[in-house]
């Protein structure tokens, strides 16, 4: 898909509104590929849209597809999904808001690691699925986002989340994953509840829900704020 094109894509057919049909973007990279286009679902209601991402190779470090432009503006897709649980991985980028029914991420075989990289707002309950590869979500980039999305486990105790870029804030419940890495400043206005929970070097989490981290890590200067909300107090496992 061309990258400097201009225009959206539209899952669905705005003729075909009787009934559902069910429309899938379907990317099966052989390599790196960047889509510059907006994406989303025909109005109207007739469409279920899907997109999914995963490799053509099995055995192999997925390759990247990088989104450059908003999912979901309008009329939000039903799913996204990165990566076949123990098939072939898959590794998505989004470089703008994404907002979607339910975003799923399935680890692939041993050496495929499924990755969904958000650098700006989500939107859509994220769950992380482990197999026999893990299931990750980045929040990179340094700038201001809300992460409305819930951010669930497969299975008890499964999926990691790196934050890497500052300007973070997540209002979505995120539990009960594997890790939860603080690697940049960021804010947890949630109930926020991991096996492991790190805290790197500089970087702040600040948390005013719930929180629970089986073994809870702060490094150097970094630092776990508690805070109280306007709904009383937390309760802090550690």
Known sequence: IDATATGGIILGDAAANVGTEAVALDINSTAALTINRDIEEVAGGGAAGAITIDDDASGAAPDTVTFKKVIGASVAPNTITVGTAGGTGGHAVFEAAVVAGAIGVNGGDASEVSTV????????????????????AIFSADATATIASAIADGADGEGTVQVTGTGKTFTGAIGTISTFDADAT??????????IIDVATGATLTTDDDFTGDATTVNGTGKIIFGIDAGGAQTTAV
């Open 117 to 136: 990289d958000f650098q700006a707002a989500s939107t859509g309950t994220i769950t992380l699925n482990d197999d026999d590869a893990i299931a990750k």
């Open 186 to 195: 960021t804010s947890v206005l949630n109930t926020l509840d991991a096996r």
